[in-house]
């Protein structure tokens, strides 16, 4: 009962603090994600980074993943590439996925499997499921258009001593989202989403993502170290960004599984 009263409580105060109601706000609110979204998903036309990857159990266990990331752009709010190509560990070196994902459609996606040689197409339809056994799921790493989601304005706060901006987004389609709404803080300069709560109908957070690291590369403000954690249960996923660059000379039309098979040498150590 108590815990029933509790998530009540934390609904209420969240509708108290985003329903302002005006329309002015509404759209503020949607610009604001719309900017967002550009600088996280889409800053420059594209560029690389090496990750480093520490998934971590409830009982404290960790497994780690290294790879190199790179994406290009065919248009902001729209069409991208991305190649992921795998170093750690053993049983996944040399593995590579390629994703050409659509905005007014399901992605195109394809995993090359090195011990047997093989390029298999994947299911494009699983954009919630998880991102190689991590806490992020493929629309994490990938992006949700912001137009498939109402907004609201909500208070001011600060993350990483930055000045952010709450926004409480909701789906217009439940169907298209695992969870109720989510809340975001947006920071003020940059944009970048500095912290994103997920949650249930119940008004309980259900995931969190949180930025723990920001620098400026090639000057863009880069989000370098992130996590997801899984509320629930405890699990949690942590990110970090090397060798970061937004100049690459991969074009769109070079992510194809031809690049699956060989990637760039500067991929490969």
Known sequence: MMKSTSSILVALVLLGTFSSGAQGQDQAAADLMTQSHLAYYYAADGGHAKVSMIITDPKGRTRERE?????????????????TYFLKPADVARMAFLVHKKAEANDD??????????????????????F??????YEDISGRLPSLDNHEIG????VLGRATTKVKSTPKDPKTADYAFRVSWIDQESKLPLREDYYDKKGDVIRRFAVGKVET??????????????????????????DVTYKSDLKPDDFNERLLKNPPAVYTR
Not at 155 to 158: E, N, P, R
Not at 226 to 234: E, L, S, V, Y
């Open 109 to 130: 996606r394809w995993l090359y499997v090195p011990s047997l040689d093989l390029i298999k197409r994947i299911a494009a339809d699983d954009r919630h499921t998880s």
């Open 217 to 242: 590369i090639e000057r863009i403000v880069t989000a370098t170290e992130r996590a997801m954690t899984n509320i629930k249960d405890g699990r949690f996923t942590t990110i970090r960004f090397t």
């Open 132 to 137: 190689v056994g991590s806490d992020f799921t």
């Open 155 to 158: 208070d001011v706060d600060s």
């Open 67 to 83: 790879f190199w990331i790179a994406r290009r752009d065919v248009f902001d709010l729209g069409d991208q590439r991305y190649y």
